[in-house]
C-alpha cells in the first residue's frame, strides 16, 4: 500500500517550514514511529515520524527546502513488495559415535548438626 508522508499542521501563526535534515534515504527500510524528517519554522524544530513500516520509497522534498503544511514529503510502500520470510529447518543432528561423558562431582558431606535458626541475641543450647 502507497502512504503519503506530508507536513503536518504547522502551530498557529506559523506560515512555512524549511526542511532539516532526512534521517533514511530512499530505499530504506522505515519503521512506523521512527523519525524521519526534521522540519524547522522561526518558534520549533518539528520532528515527523513515519506513519508505517515500510519502504522509503520516494524522497519529494530536499534538505533546505521551504514547505507548508499538507505538502507532500515522501512516499513509504507498506506490504506490497516485501517477501515473506522463510523458516529455517534445523539442521540435522549428526552422530559421531562417541557418548557424551558424564562430569564427576564430589560429595558433599552432610553438616556435622543440623543447622538451627534462632531469634538475635538468643544462646544455642546443643
Known amino acids: 500500500m502507497r502512504i503519503e508522508v ?11 517550514a524549511t526542511l532539516l535534515d532526512w534521517h533514511h534515504q530512499a530505499g530504506d527500510t522505515v519503521t512506523k514511529d521512527a523519525s524521519l524528517i526534521d522540519l ?5 524544530v518539528l520532528e515527523v515520524p513515519v506513519p508505517e513500516t515500510g519502504i ?10 521551504i514547505v507548508t503544511s499538507g505538502d507532500l514529503l515522501a512516499v513509504i510502500e507498506t ?6 520470510v522463510a523458516t529455517a529447518e534445523p ?3 549428526q552422530d559421531t559415535g562417541t557418548a557424551a561423558t558424564e562430569v564427576s ?3 558433599i558431606p552432610p553438616p556435622a548438626s543440623p543447622a538451627r535458626a534462632t ?8
Open 119 to 126: 531469634p538475635l541475641n538468643q544462646p544455642v543450647s546443643p
Open 40 to 44: 524547522e519554522t522561526d518558534k520549533v
Open 6 to 16: 506530508l507536513v503536518p499542521n504547522l502551530p498557529e501563526s506559523v506560515s512555512d
Open 105 to 107: 562431582r564430589p560429595a
Open 91 to 93: 539442521a540435522p543432528v
Open 56 to 65: 522509503l520509497r520516494e524522497v519529494r522534498r530536499s534538505k533546505g527546502d
Open 79 to 84: 506490504g506490497a513488495g516485501e517477501q515473506p
